[in-house]
């Protein structure tokens, strides 16, 4: 294999593909990963004497993007990252800080065996494969049982498959009083916002279309407007609030409802809750439903010297039976084609998160490229103008916003 080398705004780094020896790596500070982290480390170092993993938690910052880019620019990476956002690797790559994992031997091969068709939304617009794709938290609705009940609602069949219904269920819930919101997703202006409101019912509605494909905005259409219609609603009749709840809008009971992923299960065990796919217009079956992915992924850094031992890492890691440990510890959803029937123990033994295993197969992630946040932004933007604060047409906002993309997406 030829060594890699990588110019970005931190200067020259080169690591060769094929050197060996000792690496540096980074995951995610969550206890949970923290615990899978460490495990992995000590089975890959006893192994392996010769090529020792140093692992670490992701350095305290405003947010993990802006670690890594700063590492990134400064020349000092760590070999891996376990934190590594689909939403900021046009923009480290475009650095010159990721390594392209499809020039490596095997590299494209082994990753689309291990993760299937899904694999492809993590690519570059050249196909190419500048991040690992590792695990997933697929977001469903979870509703509060016991404020179902107290509103009289059938808690064991919940009427939330429709817009329809949903607007029905959500306005007993609050005309009832049981709780201030039917729903709260945050009503802020950051660019990750949307993948909890509009993305994921978008997914569902379209049947897995991103909004943003082939450089073009696919949302200022017929399903765009029909779910930024039915969250406008939702604002409009005061079912969900236009202000930000500082703590845990569902754990407090201050909504009946929430948009989460299988970290939820172990967040809300204080909870009676069930869960259900997200809403479409007309009804879906749980079988057919799409929904946003909130994927982490894998990054190889420019800045490793050791990118032999890094490749070899990352394979070990995201190996048949560290990703059991990866289900295991943290009920994250492992990107893979067989999560089912190689995991089926696993999914028997803990019922609360068959669902999730069951979606994590039909995800959407945001789109790729050198811009993905400022179209994200520039989404958001419009969305918190018109459908939140109903300040502006929404099909116009949504119109206006799919222009603007179109210009952001062709930049290089």
Same mark, same amino acid.
């Given at each position: 294999?030829?060594?890699?080398?990588?110019?970005?705004?931190?200067?020259?780094?080169?690591?060769?593909?094929?050197?060996?020896?000792?690496?540096?790596? !980074?995951?995610? $500070?969550?206890?949970?990963?923290?615990?899978?982290? &460490?495990?992995? @480390?000590?089975?890959? $170092?006893?192994?392996?004497?010769?090529?020792?993993?140093?692992?670490?938690?992701?350095?305290?910052?405003?947010?993990?993007?802006? @670690?890594?880019?700063?590492?990134?620019?400064?020349?000092?990476?760590?070999?891996?990252?376990?934190?590594?956002?689909?939403?900021?690797?046009?923009?480290?790559?475009?650095?010159?800080?990721? @390594?392209?994992?499809?020039?490596?031997?095997?590299?494209?091969?082994?990753?689309?065996?291990?993760?299937?068709?899904?694999?492809?939304?993590?690519?570059?617009?050249?196909?190419?494969?500048?991040?690992?794709?590792?695990?997933?938290?697929?977001?469903?609705?979870?509703? $509060?049982?016991?404020?179902? &009940?107290?509103?009289?609602?059938?808690?064991? $069949?919940?009427?939330?498959?429709?817009?329809?219904?949903?607007?029905?269920?959500?306005?007993?819930?609050?005309?009832?009083?049981?709780?201030?919101?039917?729903?709260?997703?945050?009503?802020?202006?950051?660019?990750?916002?949307?993948?909890?409101?509009?993305?994921?019912?978008?997914?569902?509605?379209?049947?897995?279309?991103?909004?943003?494909?082939?450089?073009?905005?696919?949302?200022?259409?017929?399903?765009?407007?029909?779910?930024?219609?039915? !969250?406008?609603?939702?604002? &409009?009749?005061?079912?969900?609030?236009?202000?930000?709840?500082?703590?845990?809008?569902?754990?407090?009971?201050?909504?009946?409802?929430?948009?989460?992923?299988?970290?939820?299960?172990?967040?809300?065990?204080?909870?009676? !809750?069930?869960?259900?796919?997200?809403?479409?217009?007309?009804?879906?079956?749980?079988?057919?439903? !799409?929904?946003?992915?909130?994927?982490?992924?894998?990054?190889?850094?420019?800045?490793?010297?050791?990118?032999?031992?890094?490749?070899?890492?990352?394979?070990?890691?995201?190996?048949?039976?560290?990703?059991?440990?990866?289900?295991?510890?943290?009920?994250?959803?492992?990107?893979?084609?067989?999560?089912?029937?190689?995991?089926?123990?696993?999914?028997?033994?803990?019922?609360?998160?068959?669902?999730?295993?069951?979606?994590?197969?039909?995800?959407?992630?945001?789109?790729?490229?050198?811009?993905?946040?400022?179209?994200?932004?520039?989404?958001?933007?419009?969305?918190?103008?018109?459908?939140?604060?109903?300040?502006?047409? @929404?099909?116009?906002?949504?119109?206006?916003?799919?222009?603007?993309?179109?210009?952001?997406?062709?930049?290089?």
């Amino acid at each position: 294999m030829v060594g890699l080398t990588a110019c970005g705004s931190g200067g020259s780094t080169s690591g060769n593909a094929s050197a060996k020896g000792p690496i540096t790596i !980074w995951y995610s $500070n969550n206890e949970q990963e923290v615990a899978w982290g &460490k495990q992995m @480390v000590a089975a890959w $170092n006893a192994a392996n004497p010769d090529e020792q993993v140093k692992g670490q938690e992701i350095p305290a910052g405003k947010s993990s993007e802006e @670690v890594i880019g700063a590492a990134i620019a400064a020349g000092n990476a760590p070999c891996l990252i376990y934190n590594t956002a689909p939403s900021a690797v046009g923009q480290f790559e475009k650095q010159g800080g990721l @390594v392209d994992l499809s020039k490596i031997d095997g590299g494209a091969a082994y990753i689309e065996a291990r993760s299937g068709d899904v694999s492809k939304q993590y690519q570059n617009a050249d196909g190419d494969y500048f991040q690992m794709p590792w695990k997933s938290n697929p977001v469903v609705i979870f509703y $509060n049982k016991d404020l179902f &009940k107290k509103a009289g609602l059938d808690p064991e $069949n919940p009427k939330l498959s429709t817009y329809a219904d949903f607007l029905a269920t959500s306005k007993t819930l609050v005309d009832k009083g049981v709780a201030p919101n039917a729903i709260l997703p945050a009503p802020t202006s950051e660019f990750f916002q949307s993948q909890f409101d509009f993305y994921p019912l978008y997914a569902a509605q379209t049947g897995g279309s991103q909004i943003v494909e082939d450089n073009k905005a696919t949302f200022a259409d017929q399903d765009g407007y029909d779910v930024a219609d039915f !969250w406008a609603t939702m604002y &409009k009749d005061k079912l969900a609030g236009q202000e930000k709840y500082t703590g845990d809008a569902f754990a407090d009971g201050q909504a009946a409802m929430a948009i989460v992923g299988p970290w939820a299960v172990s967040i809300y065990k204080d909870v009676n !809750w069930g869960s259900v796919p997200v809403p479409t217009k007309d009804g879906t079956s749980a079988a057919d439903t !799409w929904t946003f992915s909130d994927a982490k992924n894998i990054g190889l850094y420019s800045a490793c010297k050791n990118q032999g031992t890094a490749w070899d890492v990352l394979k070990f890691s995201t190996s048949e039976e560290q990703d059991g440990k990866l289900l295991e510890l943290t009920g994250q959803m492992p990107l893979r084609t067989d999560l089912q029937t190689t995991y089926a123990d696993y999914f028997t033994a803990n019922p609360a998160y068959k669902a999730f295993g069951d979606q994590a197969s039909r995800t959407v992630e945001v789109p790729p490229g050198p811009n993905t946040v400022e179209m994200l932004q520039t989404f958001r933007d419009a969305w918190s103008k018109s459908v939140i604060f109903g300040k502006e047409d @929404v099909h116009k906002a949504l119109d206006d916003a799919a222009a603007k993309i179109d210009t952001i997406a062709k930049q290089p």
